[in-house]
């Protein structure tokens, strides 16, 4: 009986995990975690200040939050939809105990005001960044940046990109 419940709860597990990977998938983008230097490029890139706000969108393990509120000292809110990530972003930040600096969302960022973001950062496809373009002018504040990893927003003007080599990623700067 009790061998019969646990095996129930660990499928239902199983299931709930593979289907929000794949919602997310379909959403915006599969879970793919950004390399800590290169979380910590993009972070430079922003110029992210003591206090700022910065978001991040799709914030899977919680690299960026955690860095930008350790190392940075912003307020750092990620949004998250993928159970596993999700989980395990909560764990490291209950670890680096950080208190309400660093804070993650099970919500999808699509329906999130994103307006008093100073800083807004991603790493997700171009549909995704496309989609977002008309968000990020819909709600973003005068002056707040974007900072998007591997993809730019179609339409849009950088600020800069950086690119070191050919092998790096580049990295998209925009200020709204
Ligand atoms: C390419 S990963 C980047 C993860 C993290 N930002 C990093 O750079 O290490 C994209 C993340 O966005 C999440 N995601 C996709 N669509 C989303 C949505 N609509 N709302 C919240 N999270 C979403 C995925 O689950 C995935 O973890």
């Not at 690299?63 to 989980?87: K, N, Q």
């Amino acid at each position: 009986m009790i061998g019969t419940l646990l095996w129930t709860v660990a499928l239902l597990v199983v299931f709930i995990v593979a289907a929000t990977a794949a919602w997310a998938g379909w959403r915006a983008a599969p879970y793919v975690p950004t390399r800590q230097h290169d979380v910590e490029r993009m972070l430079r890139i922003a110029d992210l200040k003591p206090g700022e706000k910065v978001v991040d969108l799709g914030a899977g393990d919680g690299r960026f939050i955690l860095t930008a509120a350790r190392d940075y000292h912003a307020l750092a809110v990620g949004y998250e939809i993928s159970l596993l990530p999700y989980m395990v972003a909560k764990i490291r930040l209950w670890r680096a105990r950080l208190g309400g600096s660093a804070t993650i969302v099970m919500k999808d960022f699509f329906y999130e005001n994103l307006s008093d973001a100073d800083v807004v950062v991603c790493f997700l496809t171009p549909a995704a960044m496309k989609k977002l373009g008309e968000k990020f002018r819909r709600e973003l504040r005068s002056g707040t940046r974007i900072v998007s990893f591997a993809f730019s927003i179609a339409g849009w003007q950088p600020v800069s990109k950086d690119k070191p080599n050919p092998r790096t990623m580049a990295v998209w700067l925009y200020r709204v």
